[in-house]
Protein backbone atom coordinates (compact mmCIF):
# COMPACT_ATOMS: atom_id res chain seq x y z
CA UNK A 1 0.00 0.00 0.00
CA UNK A 2 1.53 2.99 -1.33
CA UNK A 3 1.60 6.30 1.38
CA UNK A 4 -0.31 9.56 -0.22
CA UNK A 5 1.57 12.00 -0.99
CA UNK A 6 1.94 14.94 1.28
CA UNK A 7 -0.37 17.66 -0.40
CA UNK A 8 -3.55 14.66 0.45
CA UNK A 9 -2.39 14.30 3.60
CA UNK A 10 -2.24 17.66 4.59
CA UNK A 11 -5.99 18.37 3.62
CA UNK A 12 -6.78 14.91 5.08
CA UNK A 13 -5.29 16.21 7.96
CA UNK A 14 -6.74 19.44 8.01
CA UNK A 15 -10.80 18.16 6.97
CA UNK A 16 -10.35 15.51 9.18
CA UNK A 17 -9.31 17.72 12.33
CA UNK A 18 -11.79 20.56 11.68
CA UNK A 19 -15.08 18.05 11.31
CA UNK A 20 -14.15 16.61 14.94
CA UNK A 21 -13.10 19.99 16.21
CA UNK A 22 -16.71 19.96 18.20
CA UNK A 23 -16.77 16.78 20.14
CA UNK A 24 -13.23 16.65 20.47
CA UNK A 25 -13.10 20.03 22.53
CA UNK A 26 -16.30 18.59 24.49
CA UNK A 27 -13.93 15.24 25.35
CA UNK A 28 -10.80 17.67 26.23
CA UNK A 29 -12.78 20.13 28.73
CA UNK A 30 -14.64 17.52 30.09
CA UNK A 31 -11.74 15.53 30.56
CA UNK A 32 -9.52 17.70 32.08
CA UNK A 33 -11.82 19.02 34.54
CA UNK A 34 -12.66 15.86 35.84
CA UNK A 35 -9.39 15.04 36.85
CA UNK A 36 -9.62 18.03 38.79
CA UNK A 37 -13.13 17.15 40.37
CA UNK A 38 -14.84 19.19 38.02
CA UNK A 39 -18.15 17.23 36.88
CA UNK A 40 -21.25 19.59 36.98
CA UNK A 41 -24.70 19.99 38.93
CA UNK A 42 -27.68 17.83 38.97
CA UNK A 43 -31.31 19.61 39.63
CA UNK A 44 -32.17 16.57 42.26
CA UNK A 45 -36.23 16.02 43.17
CA UNK A 46 -37.45 13.00 45.19
CA UNK A 47 -41.07 11.33 45.00
CA UNK A 48 -42.63 8.98 47.07
CA UNK A 49 -44.08 5.41 45.05
CA UNK A 50 -47.25 4.21 47.12
CA UNK A 51 -47.45 -0.09 46.31
CA UNK A 52 -49.98 -2.29 46.56
CA UNK A 53 -47.23 -5.03 47.62
CA UNK A 54 -43.42 -4.77 48.22
CA UNK A 55 -41.19 -4.91 45.01
CA UNK A 56 -38.92 -7.57 44.43
CA UNK A 57 -34.90 -6.92 44.04
CA UNK A 58 -35.73 -7.38 40.15
CA UNK A 59 -34.38 -5.55 37.16
CA UNK A 60 -37.15 -5.72 35.09
CA UNK A 61 -39.88 -4.61 37.39
CA UNK A 62 -38.13 -1.96 39.34
CA UNK A 63 -37.58 -0.65 35.34
CA UNK A 64 -41.35 -0.82 34.87
CA UNK A 65 -42.12 0.78 38.46
CA UNK A 66 -39.59 3.91 37.32
CA UNK A 67 -40.66 3.63 33.90
CA UNK A 68 -44.53 3.91 35.08
CA UNK A 69 -43.49 6.88 37.21
CA UNK A 70 -41.65 9.22 34.90
CA UNK A 71 -44.22 8.60 32.46
CA UNK A 72 -46.39 9.84 35.35
CA UNK A 73 -44.23 13.27 35.89
CA UNK A 74 -43.78 13.25 31.74
CA UNK A 75 -40.43 12.92 32.16
CA UNK A 76 -38.60 10.16 29.44
CA UNK A 77 -36.07 7.51 30.22
CA UNK A 78 -32.45 7.92 31.41
CA UNK A 79 -30.42 6.96 27.70
CA UNK A 80 -28.30 4.91 29.24
CA UNK A 81 -28.52 1.20 30.84
CA UNK A 82 -30.00 0.25 34.21
CA UNK A 83 -28.74 -2.12 37.29
CA UNK A 84 -29.47 -3.43 40.54
CA UNK A 85 -27.01 -1.81 42.93
CA UNK A 86 -26.39 -3.71 46.53
CA UNK A 87 -26.24 -1.72 49.14
CA UNK A 88 -25.87 -3.66 52.81
CA UNK A 89 -28.76 -5.86 53.50
CA UNK A 90 -30.63 -3.56 51.07
CA UNK A 91 -30.86 -2.65 47.63
CA UNK A 92 -30.90 0.54 44.38
CA UNK A 93 -31.77 0.89 41.11
CA UNK A 94 -29.80 3.19 39.32
CA UNK A 95 -30.34 4.06 35.88
CA UNK A 96 -27.67 7.23 34.28
CA UNK A 97 -28.14 8.87 31.41
CA UNK A 98 -26.52 12.08 29.54
CA UNK A 99 -29.22 14.17 31.16
CA UNK A 100 -30.81 12.44 34.13
CA UNK A 101 -29.87 9.73 36.56
CA UNK A 102 -32.64 8.07 38.67
CA UNK A 103 -32.39 6.00 41.71
CA UNK A 104 -35.21 3.90 42.62
CA UNK A 105 -35.00 2.42 46.55
CA UNK A 106 -36.88 1.03 49.40
CA UNK A 107 -37.90 2.58 52.67
CA UNK A 108 -38.23 1.23 55.32
CA UNK A 109 -41.55 1.04 54.62
CA UNK A 110 -41.58 -2.21 52.23
CA UNK A 111 -44.63 -0.51 50.62
CA UNK A 112 -42.88 3.06 49.57
CA UNK A 113 -39.87 3.52 47.21
CA UNK A 114 -38.50 6.40 46.88
CA UNK A 115 -37.44 7.69 43.04
CA UNK A 116 -34.91 10.27 43.04
CA UNK A 117 -34.84 11.98 40.05
CA UNK A 118 -31.58 14.22 39.07
CA UNK A 119 -31.37 16.01 35.88
CA UNK A 120 -28.31 16.81 34.65
CA UNK A 121 -26.83 20.67 33.99
CA UNK A 122 -25.78 20.82 30.23
CA UNK A 123 -22.25 21.08 31.78
CA UNK A 124 -22.80 17.74 33.32
CA UNK A 125 -24.72 16.26 30.46
CA UNK A 126 -20.92 16.73 28.55
CA UNK A 127 -19.57 15.14 31.35
CA UNK A 128 -21.93 12.28 31.35
CA UNK A 129 -21.31 11.78 27.64
CA UNK A 130 -17.95 11.81 27.92
CA UNK A 131 -18.73 8.68 30.50
CA UNK A 132 -20.50 6.68 27.94
CA UNK A 133 -23.92 7.49 29.90
CA UNK A 134 -25.25 8.58 26.37
CA UNK A 135 -27.15 6.49 23.59
CA UNK A 136 -26.02 4.29 21.05
CA UNK A 137 -25.57 7.24 18.35
CA UNK A 138 -23.39 9.17 20.72
CA UNK A 139 -21.34 6.24 21.58
CA UNK A 140 -20.93 5.68 17.87
CA UNK A 141 -19.85 8.53 17.45
CA UNK A 142 -17.46 8.83 20.17
CA UNK A 143 -15.87 5.59 18.54
CA UNK A 144 -15.35 7.55 15.16
CA UNK A 145 -13.64 10.19 17.32
CA UNK A 146 -11.14 7.71 18.96
CA UNK A 147 -10.92 6.51 14.94
CA UNK A 148 -9.93 9.66 13.66
CA UNK A 149 -7.64 11.14 16.78
CA UNK A 150 -5.36 7.53 15.86
CA UNK A 151 -5.55 8.79 11.92
CA UNK A 152 -4.68 12.83 12.41
CA UNK A 153 -1.79 11.33 14.86
CA UNK A 154 -0.73 8.81 11.76
CA UNK A 155 -1.29 11.52 9.20
CA UNK A 156 1.21 14.00 10.89
CA UNK A 157 3.37 11.46 11.98
CA UNK A 158 3.77 10.65 8.44
CA UNK A 159 3.75 14.14 6.70
CA UNK A 160 6.60 15.34 9.65
CA UNK A 161 9.23 11.72 8.94
CA UNK A 162 8.21 12.76 4.79
CA UNK A 163 10.23 16.24 5.74
CA UNK A 164 14.21 15.52 5.64
CA UNK A 165 14.27 18.39 8.03
CA UNK A 166 12.34 17.16 10.43
CA UNK A 167 13.52 13.65 10.45
CA UNK A 168 15.39 13.75 13.57
CA UNK A 169 13.06 16.11 15.97
CA UNK A 170 10.34 13.61 14.89
CA UNK A 171 12.16 10.93 16.30
CA UNK A 172 13.62 12.58 19.38
CA UNK A 173 9.54 14.20 20.20
CA UNK A 174 8.38 10.66 20.06
CA UNK A 175 10.83 9.35 22.50
CA UNK A 176 10.58 12.38 24.67
CA UNK A 177 6.56 11.67 24.74
CA UNK A 178 6.95 7.54 25.28
CA UNK A 179 9.23 8.93 28.54
CA UNK A 180 7.07 11.44 29.71
CA UNK A 181 4.68 9.12 29.42
CA UNK A 182 6.03 6.38 31.30
CA UNK A 183 7.33 8.94 33.56
CA UNK A 184 3.79 10.06 34.64
CA UNK A 185 2.42 6.36 34.60
CA UNK A 186 4.83 4.66 37.02
CA UNK A 187 4.19 6.77 39.85
CA UNK A 188 0.22 7.00 39.25
Known amino acids: MEIPNRLTLM ?5 LAAFIFPVATMFLITGAL ?7 DYNTTKHEL ?3 QPIQEK ?7 AEKELEKHNISIPTGTAKIKRIGNSFRLEWTGSNMDINLE ?5 LIMQLEIKNA ?8 L ?34 PKLRKLT ?18
Open 171 to 188: LASSALGILIFAAMFVPS
Open 11 to 15: KAHAL
Open 121 to 128: SLYRQFVQ
Open 106 to 110: PTVDP
Open 59 to 65: TKELVAL
Open 34 to 40: YTWGIKG
Open 130 to 163: HKAKGGTPFKVYAAVLSISIILLLISGFIMAWKM
Open 50 to 52: HLA
